[in-house]
């Protein structure tokens, strides 16, 4: 008998500190830096994201998305015997968030590590996850995508501090002798790691290097129109399926017209693809669970719908999951 993992239940959390373009735009003119709502909006698809206050960590936005997500798969927190966090931003250099996570959870005993590939980290652990369910060494798996991008921001640079934002989203993963998880495929090329990165680091208790956020936005664009349409085709081959089989596509949320590109070259329509960038901005790992529970909770993913989720960022890295709900 196949082994398969399903998703069980969804959850997702928001920081309730919510910045609109007008108020990143105000704040950016106090230091002399031009930008506009209308700028933001036509070349990125953001109108807000949310930041975490003073003293809010990864592991307080993912603790709050995981219970959200076991309360949606009537699963007690006590089953759980695995939990991978994708993240960028951890609480601290280690132990890992995952750990912190355990801990808030209660639930001692079970794996619990991180994952760190930047906007593809959900992708990549959802993938891992899988794997570990496929082989019988997890039954129930916390996966979950948690950032606080907003520490990382440089608010002189107008390119970048404008994108990103905070949340946290979850999925509770069960094994299951119906599919579930049909395939997956990760990718990397490291040549490119300068095109998106935080270069500095921690060393004999100071910080080395430069500690904020640099991207290459038009380098990071054209690689991820590319990339995405590619790895996409090729999940999908692997399943033996085709475009038609999409009932929904949950791609990273970092700009619409990456979105709407990806879509066109798959023959879907924009009212398949789930949108919440408008709202949350790039939460990075965060974002594609959080947009799928989003589209769970709104009604439009339903049991049995073949979703497809993508992500692409830092490293370089890309991914794909073919899954029925
Ligand atoms: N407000 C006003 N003007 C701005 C702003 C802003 N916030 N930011 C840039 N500009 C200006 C630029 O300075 C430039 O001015 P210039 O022509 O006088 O030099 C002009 O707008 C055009 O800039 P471009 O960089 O050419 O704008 P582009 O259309 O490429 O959009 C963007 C930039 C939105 C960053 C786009 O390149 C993009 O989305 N790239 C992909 C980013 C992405 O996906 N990142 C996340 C990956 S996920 C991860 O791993 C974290």
């Known amino acids: 008998m196949n082994r398969y993992a399903r998703i069980a239940g969804t959850g997702g959390y928001l ?20 930008s506009s709502d209308a700028w933001i909006f036509e070349r990125t698809g953001i109108r807000a994201r949310h930041y975490v206050d003073d003293g809010v960590y990864a592991s307080d936005l993912a603790y709050e998305a995981a219970k959200r997500a076991l309360a949606a798969a009537d699963c007690p927190a006590s089953a759980i015997d695995l939990i991978i966090v994708a993240t960028s931003t951890p609480d601290m250099v280690f132990p890992s968030t995952a750990s912190i996570v355990q801990r808030k ?20 652990a959802l993938s891992v996850a ?15 995508g948690a950032e606080v991008f907003s520490r990382l921001l440089d608010f002189n640079d107008r390119t970048t501090c404008v994108l990103f934002g905070d949340g ?6 069960k094994s299951s002798d119906t599919p579930g998880i049909l395939a997956s495929e990760l990718h990397a090329d490291g040549r490119y790691a300068d095109i998106l990165c935080v270069p500095g680091h921690v060393s004999g208790g100071r910080i080395l290097g430069d500690p904020l956020l640099k991207m290459d936005g038009q380098a990071v664009f054209k690689l991820a129109v590319g990339v995405l349409a590619d790895v996409a085709r090729s999940v999908l081959v692997k399943a033996g399926k085709t ?15 990456i979105m709407q590109s990806t879509a066109r070259k798959l023959k879907l329509d924009d009212s398949r693809v789930i949108v919440t960038v408008d709202q949350h901005g790039n939460t990075s790992a ?3 669970p959080l947009a799928l529970d989003v ?31």
């Open 168 to 173: 946290a989203g979850a999925v509770v993963l």
């Open 105 to 124: 959870l209660g639930i001692a005993g079970c794996a619990a590590f991180d994952v760190q590939a930047v906007c593809s980290g959900f992708v990549y």
């Open 243 to 257: 475009e038609v089989d999409i009932d929904w596509l949950v791609p990273h949320q970092a700009n619409i017209r």
């Open 286 to 288: 965060a974002s594609i």
């Open 295 to 325: 589209g769970v909770r709104d009604g439009r993913i339903r049991p049995g719908d073949t979703v497809l989720l993508e992500g692409v960022g830092g490293g370089f890295t890309w991914g794909a999951v073919l899954l029925d709900m």
């Open 15 to 34: 920081p309730h500190r919510r910045l609109d373009n007008a108020e990143v735009v105000a704040d950016l003119a106090t230091r002399g830096i031009d």
């Open 130 to 144: 899988d794997a570990m369910i496929k082989t019988g060494a997890a039954q129930h798996a916390l996966v979950i």
